[in-house]
């Protein structure tokens, strides 16, 4: 079975520093990796995704994503936060192209200070 | 771009009444689309895949009775709390892949007070 595991239940950052938020899975074949974006009382928007091919990915809103098949991670990085990047972040694992069946980490909560 | 609407966003019930809540994929269709449920500072839990044409199919654990899911038409699905009961309080989120790309939309969510 899969499974998803982020290990930072919250994280506190200055705004315009960098962050990294830390994502490693269970899967047994090649996954499709997900990363989301809840802001309070919202439903989730689409940071990025991995399917194959080059293993940094870009997204919306800066942000970025390594996949590590070695290390089973795929850790979000955006080089400068801004205070509107304060949210709940869900890394997810999902088993097909459609990704019909995701399988969501507990969630990182940001914070960022001025 | 592709937009998944859920209505209404937040309802307040009494226990013991039904509520239902519906989700819309407004500029595609959607033959497929699923229903999470989230608590309080916790993830998504995915409750039943609703599939239009047929019936939904449920996660383990999750009481079909309790929670009905009918996909009436390629850009409705709804899901219908029945009797509820205050552990029924949750946060409710559908979402709707489009069929040419695989992506995966979410609706606003749906917040279910039982009192």
């Known amino acids: 079975a899969q499974s998803v595991t982020q290990p930072d239940i919250h994280i506190t950052v200055s705004e315009g520093a960098s962050l990294e938020l830390r994502c490693n899975y269970s899967?047994?074949?090649?996954?499709?990796l997900f990363w989301y974006v809840q802001s309070p009382g919202q439903g989730l928007q689409l940071l990025l995704k991995?399917?194959?091919?080059?293993?940094l990915v870009q997204g919306i809103k800066g942000f970025e994503a390594e996949f590590k098949r070695s290390q089973s991670s795929f850790n979000l990085r955006k080089p400068s936060v801004h205070w509107s990047d304060a949210a709940e972040y869900f890394c997810?694992?999902?088993?097909?192209?459609?990704?019909?069946?995701?399988?969501f980490g507990t969630g990182t909560r940001l914070t960022i200070i001025p | 771009g592709a937009v998944v609407s859920q209505h209404p966003s937040w309802v307040i019930c009494k226990s013991g009444t039904s509520v239902k809540i519906e989700c819309r994929s407004l500029?595609?269709?959607?033959?497929?689309m699923f229903w999470y449920r989230q608590f309080p500072k916790q993830s998504l839990m995915l409750m039943a895949t609703?599939?239009?044409?047929?019936?939904?199919?449920?996660e383990q654990g999750v009481e079909k009775d309790k929670f009905l899911i009918n996909h009436a038409s390629l850009t409705l699905s709804t899901l219908t709390v029945t009797s509820a009961h205050p552990e029924d309080s949750s946060f409710y989120i559908c979402?709707?892949?489009?069929?040419?790309?695989?992506?995966?939309?979410f609706g606003e969510g749906s917040r279910l007070t039982v009192l």
């Open positions: 997810a694992v999902g088993a097909n192209f459609g990704n019909e069946k995701l399988t």
């Open positions: 500029d595609f269709q959607a033959t497929t």
């Open positions: 609703s599939n239009e044409g047929s019936k939904a199919t449920y």
């Open positions: 899967y047994g074949a090649t996954p499709y």
């Open positions: 979402s709707a892949p489009m069929v040419n790309t695989g992506e995966l939309f």
């Open positions: 991995y399917f194959s091919g080059d293993t």
